[in-house]
């Protein structure tokens, strides 16, 4: 199905620019929409399906990752070598589908499986995105583009948890899958009839990273690896997904079991809580990056290691706060700080690679960060809270949020690290 590159227009107008964005931004919501809907609905699914917090951290996390990391690096290939737009299109339907399907299982493996293909769909909608919006924004433009693309998550996470707790109260789980995923089914015929594909390297300056019109496979794959910057990009937004995964995949259950919120609360004041928290922080961290790294590009990496040294007595303070009014506030200021690196990770790898590497490129990026924050952190808070519970434990679920702080200093330095080494990459550059 996939178009040849040789399909691609001239570089986009501004008016076309936008508009490309926007369309790519409303299928991220809908991408992290369907994503989170397990945790949102985690409370009801536990009741009728009667699996543990260990099962729920497993298909949130390590089984939905296997796919949604690995998937994505044949899929970064394919989609260096041919239509990206097709690729998202392609892949928003598969997700979408499978989304559905969760609403028809009725145990807990038909469920796994449901996930699974839901991580193996949504693993082709975010690098082939990345590259395209590259292609479409100038340098000095970029992170303001994937400041507003990186608004999916929140966006999408805030309507999941409106809608998806909404239909659930009124109605049943089961709706909410089959509804949610109706609606992705539709924007995936909408992207390929509407989206075009832009010229590899089109907003590039002039002979900028020339290389070869396809990039190697293994070759990308090494130079990956074998780059600092790339590698330390990844580590240090892996180390912030554990937490930003961990919590988020757990905090609607924890917000009903131990602040005593109910459903209907959390669709309103956790939805706005996500929402403003989220989108503060992408938005913030976009404006940021594309002011100061005109000037030095370590503010890629300082900026995420300053704003998770602010975030991490807040977290510590949420897990904590006696009431949920109070958890919130301080969830929402929590959430701005930790979403600052998101922006400043892609834009870096998506600016260290020739164009031709690009989408590739995104997806080892998500293979590093993802596997080690979505794969691990549910899947570690899940496994901590049925540990605390069998020893004893009548707060287990809290307990085990506390145990995710620590790999706040290990983020925080890995950031400071990746700015040390390109200081030391534009000190050579200069010399």
């Known amino acids: 199905m996939a178009a ?21 931004t409303f299928v991220y919501v809908i991408n992290f929409l369907d994503r989170q809907l397990l945790g949102i609905l985690a409370k009801p699914i536990q009741d009728s399906l009667h699996i543990s917090d260990g099962q729920l951290g497993l298909i949130g996390g390590l089984y939905f990752a296997f796919f949604y990391c690995f998937i994505a690096i044949p899929i970064g290939w394919l989609a260096d070598r041919t239509n990206r737009v097709t690729i998202v299109a392609l892949a928003c339907a598969i997700w979408s589908g499978a ?34 919006i590259t292609d479409t924004f100038a340098p000095g433009r970029r992170g303001i583009a994937f400041g507003i693309y990186n608004l999916g998550p929140p966006i999408g996470a805030a309507l999941g948890i409106a809608f998806g707790a909404s239909i659930a109260a009124a109605f049943d789980w089961r709706d909410a899958f089959i509804a949610i995923g109706a609606v992705g089914i539709v924007t995936a015929i909408l992207v390929r009839l509407f989206l075009r ?17 396809r990039a190697p496979f293994w070759s990308t794959i090494g130079m990956f690896v074998t780059n600092p910057v790339l590698m330390l990009a990844a580590l240090g937004s892996g180390a912030t997904q554990f937490v930003t995964y961990g919590v988020g995949n757990f905090a609607v259950l924890f917000l009903i079991r131990e602040k005593g919120m109910t459903l209907q609360e959390i669709a309103l004041w956790y939805a706005l809580v996500v929402l403003v928290g989220m989108c503060s922080g992408m938005l913030v961290s976009g404006r940021v990056i594309d002011r100061f790294t005109r000037h030095s590009r370590r503010a890629y990496a300082i900026a995420p290691a300053l704003s998770l040294l602010v975030a991490t007595p807040f977290y510590a303070a949420f897990v904590w706060a006696p009431g949920w009014p109070l958890a919130l506030v301080l969830l929402t200021i929590t959430m701005l700080f930790n979403y600052v690196y998101l922006s400043c990770s892609v834009a870096l790898v998506q ?12 997806a080892l990026l998500l293979l590093v960060m993802n596997f080690i924050g979505l794969g691990l952190g549910p899947t570690w808070v899940g496994a901590a809270s049925d540990w605390f519970k069998a020893a004893g434990d009548a707060h287990s679920l809290r307990t085990a949020l506390y145990t995710l702080i620590p790999a706040y200093p290990v983020a925080i330095l890995l950031f400071f690290w990746l700015a040390r080494v390109i200081r030391v990459h534009e000190q050579r550059t200069h010399a």
């Open 99 to 132: 989304t559905t399907a969760c609403g028809f299982a009725a145990t807990y493996p038909q469920l796994v499986v449901a996930r699974m293909t839901v991580g193996f769909g949504e693993a082709g909608g975010v690098p082939p995105s990345y590259a395209l």
């Open 351 to 362: 600016e260290e690679v020739r164009p031709d590497q690009r989408v590739l490129a995104g």
């Open 4 to 24: 040849q590159p040789s399909e691609a227009v001239a570089p986009a107008t501004p008016a076309r620019a936008w508009a490309m964005l926007a369309v790519l």
């Open 197 to 213: 594909e832009p010229a590899r390297g089109a907003t590039d300056p002039a002979g900028a990273q020339s290389g070869p019109a």
